[in-house]
T-cell receptor
Framework: KNEVEQSPQNLTAQEGEFITINCSYSVGISALHWLQQHPGGGIVSLFMLSSGKKKHGRLIATINIQEKHSSLHITASHPRDSAVYICAVRPSGGGADGLTFGKGTHLIIQP | KAGVTQTPRYLIKTRGQQVTLSCSPISGHRSVSWYQQTPGQGLQFLFEYFSETQRNKGNFPGRFSGRQFSNSRSEMNVSTLELGDSALYLC???????????????FGAGSRLTVL
């Protein structure tokens, strides 16, 4: 069974701090997604990774396929970064499985 | 360009009724996937369609069904509603077949269903 574990579950930090959210999964994957969800429900796709590292503005996502682990980093965090960050993976092998999601990390950035 | 449109945004039903939710993908996107989000279970995959064919299905009872039309619009239906079906139902669209793996998803705002 494919499982996705995120840590920490909750994180409160001060504005300007460097933030790291971790995601570990149990099966081989073809892709890993990092999603952001603000209060009210809307989900935005931040990154889709199958290897290496991606950067977009203050956000950086990395993945280590051998260790089945990914991290999402936020540099110079800002209160508007406060949201739930969700990791999701798609198993590889061409099977009939859709995305499996982590429980999410609730991030609060205080001014 | 227009995003993913879900209708209705909010609805209230009673136990035993059925509900149909609609999802219009981004123009040119041929893959639509559906998800259920609840406080207890988080996000769970329901099903995925590409070119009018169901490609993947999550672990939900047969009361949950869906379809995709030739214009890529998709609907999902839940019959014989139960209290536990109260949730936010999200759809997402992407350009390519789900099996390719490397598909960026664009989510709709969701349909919030309350079952009384």
């Amino acid at each position: 069974k494919n499982e996705v574990e995120q840590s920490p579950q909750n994180l409160t930090a001060q504005e300007g701090e460097f933030i790291t959210i971790n995601c570990s999964y149990s099966v081989g994957i073809s892709a890993l997604h990092w999603l952001q969800q603000h209060p009210g429900g809307g989900i935005v796709s931040l990154f889709m990774l199958s290897s290496g590292k991606k950067k977009h503005g203050r956000l950086i996502a990395t993945i280590n396929i051998q260790e089945k682990h990914s991290s999402l980093h936020i540099t110079a965090s800002h209160p508007r970064d406060s949201a739930v960050y969700i990791c999701a993976v798609r198993p590889s092998g061409g099977g009939a499985d859709g995305l499996t999601f982590g429980k999410g990390t609730h991030l609060i950035i205080q001014p | 360009k227009a995003g993913v449109t879900q209708t209705p945004r909010y609805l209230i039903k009673t136990r035993g009724q059925q509900v149909t939710l609609s999802c219009s993908p981004i123009s040119g996107h041929r893959s639509v996937s559906w998800y259920q989000q609840t406080p207890g279970q988080g996000l769970q995959f329901l099903f995925e369609y590409f070119s009018e064919t169901q490609r993947n299905k999550g672990n939900f009872p047969g009361r949950f069904s869906g379809r995709q039309f030739s214009n890529s619009r998709s609907e999902m239906n839940v019959s014989t509603l139960e209290l536990g079906d109260s949730a936010l139902y999200l759809c997402a669209s992407s350009r390519s077949s789900p099996g390719l793996g490397a598909n960026v998803l664009t989510f709709g705002a969701g349909s919030r269903l309350t079952v009384l």
